[in-house]
T-cell receptor, first 118, second 109 residues
Framework: NAGVTQTPKFRVLKTGQSMTLLCAQD?????MYWYRQDPGMGLRLIHY???????AKGEVPDGYNVSRLKKQNFLLGLESAAPSQTSVYFC?????????????????FGPGTRLTVL | GQNIDQPTEMTATEGAIVQINCTYQ??????LFWYQQHAGEAPTFLSY????GLEEKGRFSSFLSRSKGYSYLLLKELQMKDSASYLC??????????FGKGTTLSVSS
């Protein structure tokens, strides 16, 4: 049981290049999330998905696109990378998002991808 | 809108007790989570509170007061390995977690 995995772990891009970050989870979770973490800014939600074939915008969605074609995978795309997108990107998944939350709403995080845009 | 405040940094010594506070202002509050994040690693779940009161899990406890928009994480018998960032996050109905900026705790011997 690998949990949440992310590829690649590190990447350096030039301004204007594109790339896709892959997140995979083997816990049969419905919900998946992409965050970015910057010094002094904390974790900020980029996009999330409440199930296969669905996506929704988070707090900082501009410059990113996502797709959830399979339940276990959540892809984050950068079409034209900018230096402001230099960050550590974390993917997370959860079984549910209850109202109110329960232990099954716990988010499990992947190890992160360190992206540098020159 | 939403706002979550935590102290930026705290220091403590081995064996001591430390309390990390978190205040929040959100609409439609559902619950509050605490995560631990060691440098260069992913956040890991510590605890969550839905109702007012104290939740205890070993050396860690978390408290919530919904009327005051206030929570704290209490760490007892501090160990060097507790040096990490502690993230407070709140959930709102129908949305994902909103994280605070985190508190970096340094434990010295």
């Amino acid at each position: 049981n690998a949990g949440v995995t992310q590829t690649p772990k590190f990447r350096v891009l030039k301004t204007g290049q594109s790339m896709t970050l892959l997140c995979a989870q083997d816990m049969n979770h419905e919900y998946m999330y992409w965050y970015r973490q910057d010094p002094g800014m904390g974790l900020r939600l980029i996009h999330y998905s409440v199930g296969e074939g669905t996506t929704a915008k988070g707090e900082v969605p501009d410059g990113y696109n996502v797709s959830r074609l399979k339940k276990q995978n959540f892809l984050l795309g950068l079409e034209s990378a900018a230096p402001s997108q230099t960050s550590v990107y974390f993917c997370a998944s959860s079984y549910s998002t209850g109202h109110p939350p329960t232990s099954t709403d716990t988010q499990y995080f992947g190890p992160g991808t360190r992206l540098t845009v020159l | 809108g939403q706002n979550i405040d935590q102290p930026t940094e705290m220091t403590a010594t081995e064996g001591a007790i430390v309390q990390i506070n978190c205040t929040y202002q959100t609409s439609g509050f559902n619950g509050l989570f605490w995560y631990q994040q060691h440098a260069g690693e992913a956040p890991t779940f510590l605890s969550y509170n839905v109702l007012d009161g104290l939740e205890e899990k070993g050396r860690f406890s978390s408290f919530l007061s919904r009327s005051k928009g206030y929570s704290y994480l209490l760490l007892k018998e501090l160990q060097m390995k507790d040096s990490a960032s502690y993230l407070c996050a709140v959930t709102q109905a129908g949305t994902a977690l909103i994280f605070g900026k985190g508190t970096t705790l340094s434990v010295s011997s």
